[in-house]
Structures are given as C-alpha cells and as structure tokens.
C-alpha cells in the first residue's frame, strides 16, 4: 500500500479518505474486501489524526489473507511515516 496526505485549510472539515485498488489486488470480490477493511481501518485511526488530512490509499499488490488488524497496522506505519498522528 501507498499514502498520500494533503492537509485540508478551512473551518469544520473532517478528514477523507480515497481508495484506489488495482485489478492486480484480485477479482471484484477481493477488491471491494480491500477497500472494506481500508475503510474500517481509517475509522479506527481517524481521531488519532492531529489535523484535517485527505488522504489518499493505493493498493497494488494481492492481500488474500488480510484481516482487518493487517490493514490497520498498515495505516497506522504509513501515517506515523508521513508524520499524520499525534
């Protein structure tokens, strides 16, 4: 996975996600699970954001066995990465 962050300006915004999944993850089915989980892992992580951030994930690689603490642990290196949490 990859992480893109673009700090939003302007009074109540919440923080967003974009998902972009490559047919190379899978069929459909596996695709949508990705893009299930990365949005169930974004929820989690959400309140720890420090600011208001559009954030942008890019799968590209298969993850047939992921289960949901994967793509959290995943997130959560990337943000701390990008320097995202507090």
Known sequence: MSLIAC???GPDVQPR???AVAKAVGHAP???RLRRLTREA????????????DLV?????PWPDA???DVVEELLFLSQKLRLLG
């Open 7 to 9: 700090l939003q300006r």
């Open 17 to 19: 996600i974009g998902l």
């Open 30 to 32: 596996a695709r949508a």
């Open 42 to 53: 974004f929820r989690a992580l959400r309140p720890g954001l420090q600011r208001p951030f």
């Open 57 to 61: 994930v890019s799968a590209r690689q």
């Open 67 to 69: 289960q949901l603490r």
